[in-house]
């Protein structure tokens, strides 16, 4: 079974401080991607990579950024986290056309 | 461009109803269809899945056909639980297999 881990299940940060949100999958998997699920607004994607050190922005990067050191671990940054990320963020990899997605993180920034 | 279309929640029902969420899709070239279920405090999980014109997913009791004529892939079950209260995600990946695109989710609640 594919297994995408994310580091935490809930995370409360303050207004300013920087956060990392870490997502590792354990299948060698080359694509991966962070989104934010918000209700009504379904899931909307922030970044993906199609390999180490690569990334691309998706519909909503203002505000993050992510890092690719290691093919199984990609991971989010919010450089000052603000009130209006306070959502819930999934990450995913891909294989042949098909998502694998982990728990999620809670996250609330107050 | 791909985009994916899934009917308002939310939707509740009492328990042995028969449940469908629609769903249509707008994509270029020969994209597969799946449907994510998502349930409380969880990530999503396929849920089924289908490639190409014709197909038919299936999971659960869960079916659903791609349908090329009408660009849609309908969500049925023929008699829903109470366990199948979650939030369920139309997505299609386009023909490179690499980009991805949902719709908003429809929210079902089964009641006793």
């Known amino acids: 079974d594919v297994k995408v881990t994310q580091s935490s299940r809930y995370l409360v940060k303050r207004t300013g401080e920087k956060v990392f949100l870490e997502c590792v999958q354990d299948?060698?998997?080359?694509?991966m991607f962070w989104y934010r699920q918000d209700p009504g607004l379904g899931l909307r994607l922030i970044y993906f990579?199609?390999?180490?050190?690569?990334?691309e922005k998706g519909d909503i990067p203002e505000g993050y950024s992510v890092s690719r050191e290691k093919k199984e671990r990609f991971s989010l940054i919010l450089e000052s986290a603000s009130t209006n990320q306070t959502s819930m963020y999934l990450c995913?990899?891909?294989?042949?056309?098909?998502?694998?997605f982990g728990p999620g993180t809670r996250l609330t920034v107050t | 461009g791909n985009s994916v279309t899934q009917m308002e929640g939310p939707v509740t029902l009492s328990e042995e109803a028969f449940l469908t969420i629609n769903c249509t899709y707008t994509?270029?070239?020969?994209?597969?269809l799946f449907w994510y279920v998502q349930y409380p405090g969880e990530g999503l999980q396929l849920l089924l899945k289908?490639?190409?014109?014709?197909d038919k997913g299936s999971n659960k009791g869960f079916e659903a056909t791609y349908r090329k004529e009408t660009t849609s892939f309908h969500l049925e079950k023929g008699s829903v639980q109470v366990s199948d209260s979650a939030v369920y995600f139309c997505?299609?990946?386009?023909?490179?297999?690499?980009?991805?695109?949902f719709g908003t989710g429809t929210s079902l609640t089964v009641i006793p």
């Open positions: 995913a990899s891909s294989f042949e056309g098909e998502q694998y």
């Open positions: 299948m060698d998997h080359e694509n």
């Open positions: 990579s199609y390999d180490v050190k690569m990334k």
């Open positions: 994509a270029t070239g020969y994209p597969s």
């Open positions: 289908a490639t190409k014109a014709d």
């Open positions: 997505a299609l990946s386009d023909h490179s297999g690499n980009q991805f695109y």
